[in-house]
């Protein structure tokens, strides 16, 4: 066995200055949960959980609850250890969303394990094929700003490579309408168009919506509602020709079951980092899979991220589109590990073992927690 010695969580921060600004406020640092699992046997394995925007509280959770429940289990059984964790922290007296995102940075470093003692990168262990995959511009980006910047801004990922941008909507419904129409007239079919709403929409609103995404010609709208505002997907649903998406802020696929069986939603975009990790992700691409619908996955902070993110998109049948963070400061995608290359509006999996990322730990030294919430009022 591959018995599990050790877990440590590290909570990090990296400034932004100048961070853009969108639906749930201004990006004031990026922050991550860095999640280190060492075997009995020697082997090292990374994960991230998501910062929740108190990323001291996971990692504290993680260091507290999960290792010592963990400990010398067997970190091949990632099943095992997730239902597990389930059962005792989640399904009952847990701390509810926390739980499900420490364990989604334990579940990634358990794939990262697994890969390294077989020699396999994590595609191959989940039965995919290293390819290309395309990405869309994503990430703290193209927030809430002048019409004219905003533009300047999209032409600098044209000049990369990267036709499909996702636009910040969740302003005023004037502000986003007329930035939306901007875009679309200043580069016509030249890009492609989601629009993310940050679940600041009201169901009250539908008909403007709507309008929204008629200007735009959007692919998807991206959660215009709270997780839990059913009738107001259903509405929408009901008024656009506009697809919707969401995942993000739904934890485990036992959230996601609604959504999914009743098709108000045709893009999944459950997080690696915040959903259940490796583990449950592909549990969900599969029930989305059941229904036709599309797997787009929410990225987190960092190459971690990046990385799972990029392994199951490798393998889920139905996986549509990688959210590259195009945000212009990120040490935790560019300095953690060896950076992403996005060439020709694409990206692959990394071949090496397990997640494929060598971390450097001195990130960990320099970028220490600052407190605070990720987001602030703008």
Known sequence: MTKIARIEAFALSCPTPGGAVFAVGRSAKRDMVLVRIETESGIIGYGEAHHAQTPSTIAAFINDALAPLL??????????IWNRVYLRLIATHGPGAAAVIGLSGVDLALWDIKGKDLGQPVWRLLGGTRRKIPVYAGGISLGFQPEADLIREIEGYVARGIPFMKLRVGDTMSADLARVRAVREAFG???????DAGTRYSSSDVALIAEVCDAGRLVWLEEPFTPDNLPGYRRLRDVTSTPLAAGENHFTRHELRAMISEQLIQFVQADCCKTGGITEIMKIAALADTWHLQFAPHTSASVL????????????????????????????????????????????????????VTVDERLIDRFPFIRGASYVRA
């Open 71 to 80: 400990i010398g289990m067997d970190a091949h059984e990632t099943e095992v």
């Open 189 to 195: 079919d030249v890009v492609t168009l989601a629009a």
């Open 305 to 356: 991220s990046t990385a799972a993110s990029t392994h199951v998109l490798s393998a889920a049948p139905n996986a549509y589109i990688y959210e590259a963070d195009v945000s212009a400061t990120n040490a935790f995608r560019d300095e953690l590990g060896a950076p992403f290359v996005i060439e020709d509006g694409h990206i692959m999996a990394p071949d090496g073992p397990g997640l494929g």
